[in-house]
């Protein structure tokens, strides 16, 4: 069986979301005249995704990556949606047109300094780790982007963000308290641990819409990969010992986004100490 970095995520936030959402499939399906943020930001993955096609020339030319990214923005619409292009998603993609000018800018800059998009759209599964209750299991997941500096001998791990942007060490990590939130970038650098020979390996977010640098880095010891890939372990064995249990930073939140109704009937009809079963 399979487990997403995204379902390993769902589980730390919450295992009754997990539940929910993984298990019951229960979600929102409601529609909107304009484009959500969910496919907004895909469209903007999918024209992102199409930058391996340039050439390390053209990648140091800001104008250029403007105007692919445009074609490739609208190439991706046609790919995705059937319907023209209405009113309300020609004022999105007008405020897009904005950020890729940016983006552009900040690009031609990185690439100058040495880096070369490596991979694009990455597909890895984790496969044998150390402790699973059930060997048959694996994870998987796909990594935005990879770089390489070849002078530095260094490969930096991209997350495209279209939504708000946190430090990715706090995202993931409470210090505090010695606990995960969100295993997502420990696990891609776990990935490509032996991708390149020697190379030391920096995580990052970048956020689209906003800050269009590679700024919010996170540089994993080897001591905190190991305590990501020991929490993976004991989420992988306790969903499947069906421990489903609700936390309270989701309850009352997100129960009522999958279910379509307000925070206080799902209270009402979902006791904690309801069992999955019951539900």
């Known amino acids: 069986d399979v487990f997403s970095v995204t379902e390993l995520s769902n589980y730390l936030e919450c ?14 399906g ?12 895909n469209l903007v993955h999918g024209a992102l995704s199409s930058l391996t096609q ?18 490739s923005l609208f190439a991706e619409y046609r790919k995705q949606y059937s319907s023209a292009i209405s009113n309300i998603i020609k004022i999105q993609i007008s405020n897009i047109e904005k950020i890729f000018q940016k983006f552009a800018l900040s690009q031609a800059e990185h690439f100058n300094k040495g880096w070369r998009i490596k991979y694009s759209e ?14 048959n299991y694996w994870i998987e997941g796909r990594i935005d982007r ?55 390996i920096i995580t990052s977010y970048l956020h689209i819409f906003e800050e269009t640098k590679v700024e919010k ?16 372990v004991d989420v992988i064995n306790n969903i499947n010992d069906s421990r489903f249990e609700p936390s309270g930073n989701r309850y009352g939140n997100r129960y009522d986004i999958l279910l379509g109704r307000s925070a206080s009937v799902v209270d009402q009809d979902l006791e904690l100490d309801d069992t999955i079963e019951e539900f």
């Open 217 to 232: 880095k996170w540089e994993i010891t080897q001591d905190i990969l190991g305590s990501a890939s020991n929490c993976a």
């Open 30 to 41: 409601a529609y909107t005249p304009d484009l959500d943020p969910r496919e907004l930001g």
């Open 122 to 135: 990455y597909d890895f599964k984790i496969l044998n780790l150390a402790g699973l209750a059930n060997k």
């Open 15 to 28: 295992p009754y979301y997990y539940y929910l959402k993984n298990i019951k499939k229960i979600g929102d």
């Open 146 to 200: 990879v770089d390489y500096n070849e002078i530095d001998n260094q490969l930096l791990i991209i997350d495209y963000k279209t939504g708000k942007v946190k430090d990715p060490e706090k995202k993931h990590y409470d210090k505090s308290t010695g606990k995960w939130k969100d295993l997502q970038l420990p696990l891609y650098q776990l990935a490509l641990q032996d991708d390149v020979k020697g190379a030391s």
């Open 54 to 71: 340039l050439s390390e020339n053209d990648l140091s030319r800001s104008e250029f990556i403007f105007s692919f990214l445009m074609d």
